[in-house]
């Protein structure tokens, strides 16, 4: 798996993690994540997605993840949510983000391309 890959699984698994547990605890240290809002600088985070996180977030937005943005109050920063239940969020971290695809959670048909009758 190539670092690119990497950083998006982390986004992933630490956006799904913030839904399940409502915090995230990096380098010892603990980050409120309220009702699973991750502020957007967290995604940069060299132990998360690096200076690239926000635009792994973008390329998970491609990939079919429904992801919440919401301007933070008083601020002009952002903070993102990724939509799924507490027990889908463990079903994401449990899977280590490798093999779950988004119509895994949201029960979508994968669109069959190059299949013509």
Not at 50 to 66: N, Q
Request: hydrophobic share 30%; proline share 3%; aromatic share 6%.
């Amino acid at each position: 798996m190539n670092q690119r890959e990497t950083a998006k699984n982390n986004v992933l698994n630490a956006m799904a993690r913030a839904r399940l547990q409502e915090y995230l605890v990096i380098d010892g240290y603990t980050v409120p994540c309220k009702e699973g809002w991750v502020p957007g600088h967290i995604l940069t985070h060299p132990s998360i997605g690096g200076e690239a996180g926000k635009r792994r977030k973008r390329e998970l937005d491609e990939e079919g993840w429904i992801i919440e943005k919401q301007k933070i109050r008083n601020s002009t920063g952002y903070e993102y949510r990724l939509i799924c239940t507490k027990h889908e969020g463990r079903r994401i971290i449990m899977n280590n983000s490798v093999n779950i695809i988004p119509q895994m959670i949201y029960g979508q048909k994968a669109h069959q391309l190059g299949v013509f009758e």
